[in-house]
T-cell receptor, first 112, second 113 residues
């Protein structure tokens, strides 16, 4: 069955460092992959989308890579700030008109 | 441009009652999705609707749950005869027809007592 795995353990880093979060998937051939941020008690907020034919995407301090051979995406936040502390969700879609399948998310804690 | 609006934010129901959750998508969005999130669990897809049509309801339990997105008005997720296991956060998302990113509401937290 399709599986999306994100590190269940919280990632603790110091302010100013680069945070790297991992999303692995099996039994899936996604057309695109998305990353969302979710704060406690709030709905997820879209951050970045990367398509299957793209290797890397950047937006300000965020960078996403997508390796369809390894079936893995890495999500980087450079120069991290305490305000970046949240849970980050990886989501995959089989096509542009299909629904999203989410991982359970990884909590990031950035300490001053 | 208001975002996706869900109401109520919090809903308490006794076992056996009905719960109605409402979702108004962003202006111009014709696709609505409902997800359920249990504590320590990821978002689980329930149903995907377009105006007056259910496109995919593969994630929705066959019994007691129903969803609609009428021509006018919000999308409604209806849970009949609620049980304790229905307690969860229910999120609605909307997207434009070309379906790239999804915009989520703040969710309805349903507590069944």
């Amino acid at each position: 069955s399709q599986k999306i795995e994100q590190n269940s353990e919280a990632l603790n880093i110091q302010e100013g460092k680069t945070a790297t979060l991992t999303c692995n998937y099996t039994n899936y051939s996604p057309a695109y992959l998305q990353w969302y941020r979710q704060d406690p008690g709030r709905g997820p907020v879209f951050l970045l989308l990367i398509r299957e034919n793209e290797k890397e995407k950047r937006k300000e301090r965020l960078k996403v890579t997508f390796d369809t051979t390894l079936k893995q995406s890495l999500f980087h936040i450079t120069a991290s700030q305490p305000a970046d502390s949240a849970t980050y969700l990886c989501a995959l879609a089989a096509s542009g008109y299909s629904t999203l399948t989410f991982g359970k998310g990884t909590m990031l804690l950035v300490s001053p | 441009n208001a975002g996706v609006m869900q109401n109520p934010r919090h809903l308490v129901r006794r076992r056996g009652q009905e719960a109605r959750l409402r979702c108004s998508p962003m202006k111009g969005h014709s696709h609505v999705y409902w997800y359920r999130q249990l504590p320590e669990e990821g978002l689980k897809f329930m149903v995907y609707l377009q105006k007056e049509n259910i496109i995919d309801e593969s994630g929705m339990p066959k019994e007691r749950f129903s969803a609609e997105f009428p021509k006018e008005g919000p999308s409604i997720l209806r849970i009949q005869q609620v049980v304790r296991g229905d307690s969860a956060a229910y999120f609605c998302a909307s997207s434009p027809p070309w379906n790239t990113e999804a915009f989520f509401g703040q969710g309805t937290r349903l507590t069944v007592v």
